[in-house]
């Protein structure tokens, strides 16, 4: 079971996703799958994990389940995970423990969502 959690982003006129069609670009909550809670993934809620992306930091990335374990989703032929502008949080206490379970510190806000992927062929004539 998971915790729920909202998506943030910027709604204002002008602005537009920058997730590629990504999680963010389609659905207002997620389900935190490695968090301790009592949710599970739904339509309209799709499964992420919380991963530690560098010493201290932490990112949500789209889950998918794997031999029983929840694991990162894998896009064949894809550059990915990167940020796309979003965020998420849910005020459960239980998400910040999992923030400090994974950098060791304690923690009080967002996590940014990694939801966007691109080609191998988008992603070298993007890097240019």
């Known amino acids: 079971m998971g915790l729920t959690a909202s998506i943030y982003i910027n709604k204002e006129p002008g602005y537009e996703n920058c997730s ?3 999680i963010s670009s389609f659905f207002n909550q997620v389900c935190i799958m490695n968090a301790e809670g009592p949710s599970s993934p739904r339509s309209g809620c799709p499964a992420v994990i919380i ?8 990112r949500a990335v789209p889950a998918e389940l794997k031999d029983g374990e929840w694991a990162e989703f894998k896009f064949e ?10 965020f ?15 950098t060791g510190a304690r923690f009080y806000g967002a996590v940014a969502l990694h939801d966007r ?4 062929e988008d992603y070298e004539r993007l890097s240019r």
């Open 20 to 22: 590629n069609n990504g």
């Open 51 to 58: 991963e530690s992306h560098v010493q201290g930091i932490v």
């Open 77 to 86: 032929h894809c550059v990915g995970p990167m940020f796309g502008g979003a």
């Open 88 to 102: 998420i949080h849910t005020s459960d206490s239980r998400f910040g423990e999992l923030i400090k379970k994974l």
């Open 117 to 120: 992927y691109e080609s191998t």
